[in-house]
């Protein structure tokens, strides 16, 4: 009875998972946020450096996601192709923002929301999922004082529903999220694991292209 909760379980965080890229590419079925509820531009002079920094991920991008685990492995990672756009949010003072991503995964629509931000009195960047299948929010921070660091690093921790297998299943997993801003084009996003008595392990890579 487990191992059937855990497989069920398994096959509902992998969509989790795909917390850095979003749903699948069919851009017929996915929708941006409400133009009136966000801010596609802001002036940058208005910005401090942390919040300045985060004006490149704002847009619409095309990614190649890469899955490592819930079915996919280091060898043979399971591969698709995702939509991301992003806008700061507005009623926030433009202190956020936000990224949608929407589609088909499989049989059925999916949705996933992620808040970005940068706290300026710790100088580090924060990160937020929440979507249409588990209900948990998977939060990420980065160390005090790592706002300038050159590749932006966030982390958390998540309890298994099996998605690493059965004997992690209820177990608290640490998670690093990596997001490097390579140029005005191209973003890498990565999500690592470290179950309890192994080394870290990457979990999902999503190649950010603007399109």
């Not at 700061?88 to 433009?94: F, H, K, L, P, V």
Request: glycine share 10%.
């Amino acid at each position: 009875m487990r191992s059937t909760l855990s497989r069920v379980l398994c096959s509902v965080t992998f969509v989790a998972i795909a917390a850095l890229g979003g749903g699948c590419s069919d851009d017929t079925t996915t929708t941006a946020a409400p133009a009136a509820s966000s801010s596609a531009t802001v002036d940058p002079s208005a910005q401090d450096p942390g919040h300045r920094r985060l004006n490149q991920l704002v847009g619409e991008w095309r990614g190649d996601k890469s899955t490592f685990v819930a079915g996919g492995t280091p060898d043979k990672p399971i591969r698709t192709e995702i939509v991301s756009r992003w806008q700061w949010i507005a009623e926030t003072g433009n202190n956020f923002l936000r990224e949608i991503a929407t589609g088909d995964f499989g049989d059925r629509p999916y949705y996933r929301q992620g808040t970005l931000g940068y706290a300026p009195t710790d100088n580090r960047y924060e990160w937020t999922t929440v979507d249409s299948v588990t209900p948990m929010m998977m939060t990420y921070k980065g160390v005090a004082g790592s706002g300038s660091d050159t590749e932006i690093t966030m982390f958390g921790e998540f309890t298994d529903p099996g998605v690493l297998g059965d004997r992690f299943v209820g177990q608290r997993i640490p998670m690093r999220t990596t997001i490097r801003l390579e140029s005005a084009d191209r973003v890498v996003m990565e999500l690592y694991f470290t179950p309890p008595g192994q080394a870290e392990m990457i979990a999902d890579r999503v190649i950010l292209t603007r399109k």
